[in-house]
């Protein structure tokens, strides 16, 4: 079974603060996908990366894709509080097209 | 726009119970997919449809069963709720063919199994 492992498990800042948050898999990736989702609510789209050692920026989110295609990141710069919320990466299992997996998600909460 | 819409929001059942969980989305996406999520253990795919008529099976298919009758819809069925069932499932969409594509979730529906 292909694995996404997400580290850390949770991650509890203040605000101003800079963070990292991982996405490894055990095979490697066709393409990597970013979720954000808040409490309450379903994931929501951040940012698809495809090619190797690609990377995204979002404002103040930078996405980056491993070389191998076998990890990816995602750092915040200066943390704020509407940051917080649980951080998902996903991909396709086994390069079916049909069947997005995901890891098991990096909880964040910024503090004021 | 009402994007993925789900219903109930809350349900409470008892063991050996059946319902249905309903989902429906007004952006024509031929694929849709109903996901659970556990505490620590991220989102799981239960099973899939790429379109009317055509249904699989995700990572955790047992004790749920799916049709998809119509392009707007895709209900997810559990035939004798167990505790185990216990879970806030998720329901999401995408156009076809894009396998990078976004997946549009709805709100999701939180389930208790007594």
């Known amino acids: 079974t292909q694995l996404l492992e997400q580290s850390p498990q949770f991650l509890s800042i203040q605000e101003g603060e800079n963070l990292t948050v991982y996405c490894n898999s055990s095979s490697v990736f066709s393409s990597l996908q970013w979720y954000r989702q808040e409490p309450g609510e379903g994931p929501v789209l951040l940012v698809t990366?495809?090619?190797?050692?690609e990377v995204k920026k979002l404002k103040r989110l930078t996405f980056q894709f491993g070389d191998a295609r076998k990890d990816s990141s995602l750092h915040i710069t200066a943390a704020q509080p509407g940051d917080t919320g649980l951080y998902l990466c996903a991909e396709q299992y086994g390069g079916a097209t049909n069947k997005l997996i995901f890891g098991t998600g990096t909880l964040l909460a910024v503090q004021p | 726009n009402a994007g993925v819409t789900q219903t109930p929001k809350f349900q409470v059942l008892k063991t050996g119970q059946s319902m249905t969980l309903q989902c429906a989305q007004d952006m024509n996406h031929e694929y849709m997919s109903w996901y659970r999520q556990d505490p620590g253990m991220g989102l799981r795919l239960i099973h899939y449809s790429v379109g009317a008529g055509i249904t699989d099976q995700g990572e955790v298919p047992n004790g749920y069963n799916v049709s998809r009758s119509t392009t707007e819809d895709f209900p997810l069925r559990l035939l004798s709720a167990a505790p185990s069932q216990t879970s806030v499932y998720f329901c999401a969409s995408r156009l076809p063919g894009l396998a990078s594509g976004e997946l549009f979730f709805g709100e999701g529906s939180r389930l208790t199994v007594l």
């Open positions: 990366v495809v090619t190797g050692g």
